[in-house]
């Protein structure tokens, strides 16, 4: 006897015999339904339609493997009771029934598994492609998954909210697509095991509150953003213009207005102001989680040289910590999140008119209301318009009486504002993501620019306010400038 027939007289024809068990079937069912799917997953995969939604991730990466692997030991664990009963009964057969393709019945068998089979593949591709297509959209990802919705609240009304959080997040190329795999799986555990977490705390995984920034994973800009903006486009100088109320009874309005210089590479090839100057390559060293503490910075010049600008504090010593290349994220980190403060909110809200300025005292009330504790957005929804009249009511009822509406129009944009800003339950609140554009509310620019990073030749990085901004009027009321420059502003 051959080798070959030998192996199927001794374990196929027995493996088909004692396979022929409820348990065993039901397993090779669960394994070729789990198995065609996944297959028809990674075809649509292939044809390049990537997807970083976590529901989705749920199935193809966790149940679907899982139902694949236990259909797997359900085959063998069906024989082997099918093969233990019969032995006990003493009904093992002295030879196994032959496998015969001349028999009509188990061609037939044949016939249809192969038949059910095309079918599977073709209505499971067909419904994973379109499943996959829907569940691709940062709608339905940021819908979906609660834990971002601080993240998709700010994007929704970013600039980039037509932008896939893909493009950003994962960028091209296979081997990005493949660590973002790995890592989104790990936070699907977390997610997926969430609720128990807290009866058992160090065994089951949880996601952390809130989601931690910056991303550490996140590729350097040159990948994503460069992919839509060229960094050495020139762009010059830009105007800001910043209206701000003061907390007194008239809310009295005034305005900054300064001119950036953002730079760029000019025609000369020049790298000048805010843009230009930072495209060379500096490196930092960040001795905290948050990029916040930034003691140390090199430059490398023109020349080729290298210049290192040091905290005093180091006392020479280049200090342990991330180090990393600084590029756009270093400055725009909210770029498609941006969450601002409780003041430059209702400041905005107000210069726009949704929040009327008209109501004495509203800044001030406003801005404690946004500020106050709420258990959930919900409570806030309750409890701010509901305070703003009992302030009101209380303070000067008249107010009620005669502008009843614009009361109402400024409770409502409040909670709105509220809701884009703070998310008790995943406690993100005022300040908790801090913006580097700037230096007014947070470190920023001022992290490096502070006059006390110092190089060997004594040269500082510059905290020289007009290097980055000529202050055209700072808080002034009615600036001539803007009326010079034939600037309106909303509500004047
Ligand atoms: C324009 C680019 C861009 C797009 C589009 C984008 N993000 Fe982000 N995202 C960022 C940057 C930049 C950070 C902060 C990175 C840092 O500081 O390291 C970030 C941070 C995050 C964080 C970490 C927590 C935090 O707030 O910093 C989460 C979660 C997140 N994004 C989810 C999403 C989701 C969900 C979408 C789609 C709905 C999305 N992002 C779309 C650029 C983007
Ligand atoms: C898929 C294309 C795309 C990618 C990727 C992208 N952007 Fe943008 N970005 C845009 C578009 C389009 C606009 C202009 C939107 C408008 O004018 O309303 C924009 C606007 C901006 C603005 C000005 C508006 C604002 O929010 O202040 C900044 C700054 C910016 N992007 C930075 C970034 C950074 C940083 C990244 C990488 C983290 C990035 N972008 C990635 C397409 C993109
Ligand atoms: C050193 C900090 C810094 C770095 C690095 C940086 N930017 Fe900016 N960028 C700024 C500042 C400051 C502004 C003006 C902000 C404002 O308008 O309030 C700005 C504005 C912009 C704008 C809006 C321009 C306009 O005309 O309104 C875009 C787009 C932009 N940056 C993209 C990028 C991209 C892409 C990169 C990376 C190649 C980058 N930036 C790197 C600081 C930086
Ligand atoms: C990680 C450190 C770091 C951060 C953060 C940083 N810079 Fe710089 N910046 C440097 C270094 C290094 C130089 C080069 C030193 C020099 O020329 O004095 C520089 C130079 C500049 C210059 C040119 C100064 C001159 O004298 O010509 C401008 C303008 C500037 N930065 C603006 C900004 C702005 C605006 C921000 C914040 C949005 C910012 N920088 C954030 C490191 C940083
Ligand atoms: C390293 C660059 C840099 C330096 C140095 C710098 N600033 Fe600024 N400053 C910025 C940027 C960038 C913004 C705009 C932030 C934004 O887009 O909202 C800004 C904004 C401001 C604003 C308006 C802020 C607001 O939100 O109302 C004031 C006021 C201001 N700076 C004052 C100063 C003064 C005074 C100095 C000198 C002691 C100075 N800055 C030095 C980069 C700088």
């Not at 209505?123 to 691709?136: L, P």
């Not at 502008?403 to 908790?432: C, D, H, I």
């Not at 700037?438 to 500082?460: M, T």
Request: glycine share 8%; hydrophobic share 40%; proline share 7%.
């Amino acid at each position: 006897m051959s080798a070959f027939q030998r192996f199927r007289e001794n374990w196929v024809r027995p493996a088909l015999f004692f396979g022929n068990n409820p348990i065993s079937l039901v397993g090779g069912a669960v394994t070729t339904a789990s198995g065609v799917t996944l297959i028809g997953y990674w075809l649509v995969e292939l044809f390049g339609h990537v997807t970083d939604n976590p529901y989705l991730g749920i199935i193809v990466f966790l149940i679907l493997p899982a139902l694949f692997l236990s259909g797997l030991i359900l085959i063998p664990v069906g024989v082997l009771i099918r093969r233990r009963t019969l032995k006990k009964a003493g009904r093992i057969p002295a030879e196994f029934p032959r496998i015969d393709l001349n028999d009509p019945i188990f061609r037939h068998g044949i016939d249809i598994v192969l038949v059910a089979t095309v079918a599977n593949i073709l209505v499971v591709a067909t419904a994973t492609y379109h499943g996959a297509s829907y569940m691709d959209s940062p709608q339905f990802c940021g819908r979906s998954c609660h834990v971002m919705a601080p993240e998709y609240t700010a994007y929704q009304i970013s600039a980039h909210s037509h932008v896939a959080c893909v493009e950003c997040h994962i960028g091209t190329g296979a081997k990005a697509y493949f660590s973002a795999k790995v890592n989104g799986t790990k936070q699907l555990i977390e997610v997926s095991f969430h609720p128990l977490a807290p009866l058992a705390p160090r065994i089951i995984p949880n996601y952390p509150t809130p989601i931690p920034s910056p991303v550490s994973s996140l590729r350097p800009a040159r990948y994503t953003c460069e992919g839509c903006h060229t960094p050495t486009r020139f762009d010059g100088d830009k105007l800001l213009v910043k209206s701000s109320f003061a907390d007194d009874q008239q809310n009295s309005e005034s305005q900054t207005v300064l001119i950036l210089h953002l730079g760029g590479e000019d025609s000369f090839s020049h790298r000048t102001g805010i843009h230009g100057v930072h495209l060379g390559h500096i490196e930092y060293i960040a001795t905290d989680p948050t990029r916040t503490s930034i003691p140390w910075v090199q430059r490398e010049n023109p020349d080729g040289s290298e210049t290192v600008y040091a905290a005093s504090a180091l006392n020479g010593v280049q200090p342990k910590g991330e180090r990393r290349v600084m590029d756009c994220i270093d400055c725009h980190n909210r770029a498609a999140h941006t969450f601002v403060t409780a003041d430059e909110a209702i400041n905005r809200a107000m210069a726009d008119g949704v929040i009327s300025p008209s109501l004495p005292w509203i800044h001030k009330e406003g801005l404690q209301l946004l500020k106050g504790e709420y258990s959930s957005q919900d409570d806030a929804a309750a409890k701010i318009p509901q305070q703003l009249e009992a302030f009101y009511q209380a303070q000067d009822p008249d107010v009620l009486s005669q502008k009843p509406a614009l009361v109402k129009a400024a409770g409502r944009e409040l909670v709105t504002l509220y809701s884009q800003n703070v998310f008790p339950f995943m406690k993100v609140t005022w300040g908790t993501h801090p913006n580097h554009i700037g230096h007014q509310d947070y470190p920023g620019c001022f992290r490096c620019h502070d006059g006390d990073h110092v190089a060997k030749n004594g040269a500082s990085i510059t905290q020289d306010c007009s290097a980055c901004h000529n202050l055209l009027a700072v808080e002034e009321a009615k600036p001539k400038v803007l009326s010079d420059l034939g600037i309106q502003l909303p509500g004047q």
